[in-house]
């Protein structure tokens, strides 16, 4: 089994971060309601966005390092 590398770490994280985003975005605990409530799952989303690209593109780079 080989070691992790750092690309594979940074995988994981954004992988949590938009795991915990859903719960934010499910649990709602700060209570918003109304418009509040559609900017914060609004901001939250694009979060949850950015991560997914950004695992996109680590795994890209990573596909093309074993080539």
Do not use: R
């Amino acid at each position: 089994m080989s070691e992790a590398t750092s690309q594979d770490v940074w995988i994981v994280v954004l992988h949590e971060m938009m795991m915990h985003i859903q719960k934010f975005v499910d649990d709602n605990p700060m209570d918003y309601k109304g418009k509040e409530k559609k900017a914060y799952t609004t901001a939250l989303g694009m979060v949850s966005v950015l991560c997914k690209n950004m695992i996109e593109d680590i795994s890209e780079e990573k596909s093309h390092e074993t080539i």
